[in-house]
């Protein structure tokens, strides 16, 4: 497991304090509250400042799957140094307000932007990413999975495959989802794109895939999603977005064109010298308007 995504996790826990007993709690926003000290910090001063103990500490340290008290200070060490190099924190819900200039607006979706990059990237692991990305080149067929704003990232997704000869299909394309899957074998792969993981007629789907052994990929924003035991592979990158208090799905569908760019680059990288040759030949094409909008034209 790569460390980024070890740290990320960390701290997502920390925040969402899924199963965290109440002391455990208490424990855990003090930490937040004071990640800067915590590097620095003895056990006995953390228990004495969140009316603990030391086991109760210990216990903490081993539902975030560290070891020691020693080891989670190293990991939260290593999370406010990369704090430290990434772009000024925005409200991923609402990252600007009504007394916002345009240009002051146009700065917050800057920092919005790569903080979400930079937080996806630390949230990526190699073996899962190498996963995906072989499923995808070695499927027959590759049908997409996407809803509302993720169908935009899936849809452009699509477009950019077409010059690696590949044709995606949108398999909700005619809302008819259920006969798009009902085709799919095991030769096929699906790619399901919900940041949410809470897309009701896709479990039927997956039981059914899962049933039939045929690939099928969760990228998602949701590690308790219930799709996550169906899927053959899943990719989770969380955001700091909640599910309707927001303005707009800015941060999900940044870490998702991200993740898409990602995926095509490395696509495109497995078979490089085969796909720079394939747009040689077809800027040829071009160039002697063989397929150009000059070749269309009628002389008058």
Known sequence: MRGGKHMITILDQLKEQAHFTQTEKRIADYILQHLDAIPAIYIEDLAKATYTSHSAIIRLCKKLDVSGFREFKIAISSIVHSQLHVAG?????????????SLTIAKKMADLTMDTVQKTFLQLDETTLDQIVSQLASANRVFLFARGDSQIRARGFQAKLVKLNRFFILAEDYADPYWNAASLSSDDCALFISYSGIVAQYQPIME??????VPAILLTGNRHSELIPFASTTLVTSQEEYGFEKISTFSSQIAFDYLLNTIFAALYAKEYQKNILNLKKKQELFRHNLLSDESLKIDD
């Open 89 to 101: 924190e925005v409200n991923a819900n609402f990252p600007f307000d009504e007394k916002d200039s």
């Open 208 to 213: 059914h895939f899962h049933k039939e052994h």
